[in-house]
């Protein structure tokens, strides 16, 4: 069974971190490219960062180039987000999902098909 798997979200103070995990099963996470989004209450789902296949090019949302990291870890199949100086505008479920590459078309403009069930991300004092 195909299937992704988010975790390490939690409650963490403003300026903190928090490092996200998408773990596959029933395939390789190396050879498909992968997007991770979040949607906060009443608000549009946003591509947070995403990482091509073909040659590992990245993408991050404006607000938070600098404070994320996308990366791989093959070995142990998943695909990891590192956030630091988390702040009030970051807290949302954060989702990871496989991504359709296309021509040269960047990851963000993608079609991303199958998703995980989310991880919560809450920034508070």
């Known amino acids: 069974q195909v299937q992704l798997v988010e975790s390490g979200g939690g409650l963490v103070q403003p300026g903190g971190s928090l490092r996200l995990s998408c773990a596959a099963s029933?395939?390789?996470?190396?050879?498909?490219?992968i997007g991770w989004f979040r949607q906060a209450p009443g608000k549009e789902r946003e591509v947070v960062s995403c990482?091509?296949?073909?040659?590992?090019?990245?993408y991050y949302l404006d607000s938070v180039t600098g404070r994320v990291t996308i990366s791989r870890d093959n070995p142990k199949n998943t695909v990891n987000l590192q956030m630091t100086d988390l702040n009030p505008a970051d807290p949302a479920v954060y989702y990871c999902?496989?991504?359709?590459?296309?021509?040269?078309?960047?990851?963000?403009?993608?079609?991303?098909?199958?998703w995980g069930q989310g991880t919560q991300v809450t920034v508070s004092s």
């Open positions: 999902a496989t991504g359709r590459e296309f021509g040269t078309a960047r990851c963000n403009e993608f079609t991303y098909d199958s």
């Open positions: 029933g395939f390789t996470l190396e050879y498909y490219s």
């Open positions: 990482i091509r296949s073909s040659d590992g090019n990245t």
